[in-house]
C-alpha cells in the first residue's frame, strides 16, 4: 500500500471539511451554531501544521493546510459578517 495515496486522501477529507459549513452559514446568513473560538483554534492549528509542513518540506501538509487555512479563513469572514 502506498502511503502517500492515505496521506492525499486524509488531506482531500481536510482541506474541504469545512465547506459545508461555510456553504451553510452562506445560505442561512446565520452563525448562531457556531463557534467563534472553535474556528480560531482550528486556525491555529491549521497554520501551525502548515509552517511544520514547509519546515519537514512535505507537499501533501504544505498543500492539504494552505488550503484547510484559506477555507477557515473564510468561515471567519462569514462569521464576523453574520455574527449580528
Known amino acids: 500500500m502506498q502511503w502517500e495515496l492515505i496521506g ?21 446568513r446565520s452563525v448562531a451554531d457556531v ?3 472553535m474556528l480560531l483554534q482550528f486556525c491555529l492549528g491549521i ?13 501533501i501538509l504544505i498543500v492539504s493546510n494552505a488550503i484547510s487555512f484559506i477555507t477557515l479563513i473564510a468561515a471567519v469572514g462569514l462569521y464576523m459578517k453574520y455574527r449580528n
Open 47 to 59: 497554520f501551525l501544521w502548515l509552517l511544520y509542513g514547509l519546515h519537514i518540506q512535505d507537499n
Open 35 to 37: 463557534s467563534l473560538l
Open 8 to 28: 492525499w486522501g486524509a488531506a482531500i477529507l481536510t482541506m474541504f471539511g469545512f465547506v459545508p459549513q461555510i456553504l451553510k452559514i452562506y445560505r442561512t
